[in-house]
């Protein structure tokens, strides 16, 4: 299984599933993060906090904590 958390800087990804439960999942699927849905990721901190993604067209910043219950393939 390979999460968001280990995807390197400049490639894209699809989701394949949403690990967690209520209010972080919540919050994960409104940002527009679903089942299917292509992620670009743009920047990761070095030192951690945030992963930045684009998602649909918008630029995002992930926790790690949140990118870790992100499943992509």
Request: hydrophobic share 40%.
């Amino acid at each position: 299984m390979k999460t968001l958390k280990e995807v390197k800087v400049g490639q894209t990804v699809t989701v394949k599933k949403l690990h967690g439960e209520g209010p972080v999942k919540r919050r994960i699927m409104d940002m527009g993060i679903t089942k299917g849905v292509e992620i670009f990721v743009r920047k990761v901190a070095p030192l951690g906090d945030p992963v930045e993604i684009n998602v649909r067209g918008y630029e995002l910043s992930l926790r790690k904590a949140d990118a870790q219950m992100i499943e992509v393939e």
